[in-house]
């Protein structure tokens, strides 16, 4: 049906052909009527109905379309970066200091619930003891992430896979955070 003209070409995603519907309705409306003659420009449209390549600046990143809601310009807003003259370096740099003013945002602000539960899973080994990540619920790379900025945590990487975390150092600082929480929190669940 693609090929006699009936359907627009297929969009491919992983491999598989999808059509989509607004595609194939504007493509069915475009059909002549009975009694007219068959549509002369079916090859036209096919060619029209092409999706095209992103374009990309000078780091190949892609650039976005510009409008206020496109999800990519404004991730690219929040960073400083121009895809259409900056590159890899300055992509990094720019994650690298976006990165830093996240941490530096962290100290001030409330202990989520997750923190507040793993202070409390570490307070039990007590300051300064190395424990297995596997022996602390609810204590993801973010919470290790936020508690490490807020300065109650220390990490210890795993031997054999440097990236990962194989145990967890609650500091004297966040061993006076959950005692602080304690006392606040007496009889109530943290």
Known sequence: MVTEGALPPPRTWHSRKLWLVAEVEA????WPVDGEERFKRVDAILEHRQ?????TGAGGYPIPSGGKDDPLQSFY????FDPRTMGRA????????????????????????????????LAAYGANVPVNTKEIKNCGPNTQERLKARGY?????HQKYPDATEALI????GYAAFESLD???TG???
Do not use: Y
């Open 90 to 121: 300055e992509m990094a740099e720019l994650q690298k200091a976006a990165d830093e003013r996240w941490k530096a945002s962290i100290p001030g602000t409330p202990l989520q619930k997750l923190e507040r539960q793993a202070l409390q899973q």
């Open 77 to 80: 807003d929040r960073l400083g």
């Open 183 to 185: 006392k606040r929190h």
């Open 153 to 157: 945590l220390d990490t210890v990487a």
């Open 51 to 55: 999706p095209e390549e992103p374009q």
């Open 170 to 173: 609650l500091t004297d600082a």
């Open 188 to 190: 109530k669940r943290l």
């Open 27 to 30: 493509h069915m409306n475009e």
